[in-house]
């Protein structure tokens, strides 16, 4: 039995045509919308290095975020003022996103961050050849390896019913 595959996300600046199929992560998060600024619910698909989002799983993508281009991906609870969230920045904009639980954000922040450093000038593979994926403006200038686990050490992050920048 075959499964359906996913329409791909058509570039509308383009016209270029971005195949979603075969994703190396998917999965819902909740993202802040660009212009009114309220939370919706969007199927996120990591490929290569580009994150889509759509509505549901089997929707054509109506957005994409080129990871190319992103210099940092880190918590952001108190930022978005929501529990388990986590931003996505490129020098014109800072996406915020949450997922449903701790482990699906950390799952999300390590997927997007090692698909950032893949796409640095500065990635080294475990061989340690060059990436021949190369991209512009990436992670920074540290060498960094796919074995590199985030660490967010930060203690500004509360549980606490008390603590008014979580969800209810």
């Not at 009114?36 to 975020?65: N, Q, V």
């Not at 904009?93 to 640095?120: M, P």
Request: glycine fraction near 8%; aromatic fraction near 12%.
């Amino acid at each position: 039995m075959s499964r359906l595959a996913r329409p791909p996300y058509i570039d509308t600046t383009t016209g270029i045509a971005y195949d979603t199929d075969k994703a190396e992560f998917e999965g819902y998060l909740t993202k802040q919308s660009m212009w009114l600024r309220d939370w919706r619910r969007r199927y996120f698909i990591l490929k290569g290095s580009r994150l889509f989002f759509a509505k549901t799983p089997y929707e054509a993508p109506h957005g994409m975020i080129d990871l190319s281009r992103c210099t940092t991906v880190k918590s952001a609870d108190l930022k978005a003022h929501k529990k388990n969230s986590f931003e996505i920045s490129t020098p014109d904009t800072t996406y915020l996103l949450y997922a449903d639980d701790e482990k699906a954000k950390d799952d999300w922040i390590g997927s997007v961050g090692r698909a950032i450093v893949r796409c640095s000038s500065t990635y080294v593979s475990k061989g340690g050849q060059p990436s021949q994926g190369g991209g512009g403006g990436g992670a920074g200038n540290n060498l960094a390896t796919m074995d590199e686990d985030y660490d967010d050490d930060s203690s500004d992050y509360s549980n606490s019913s008390n603590n008014p920048y979580f969800n209810d």
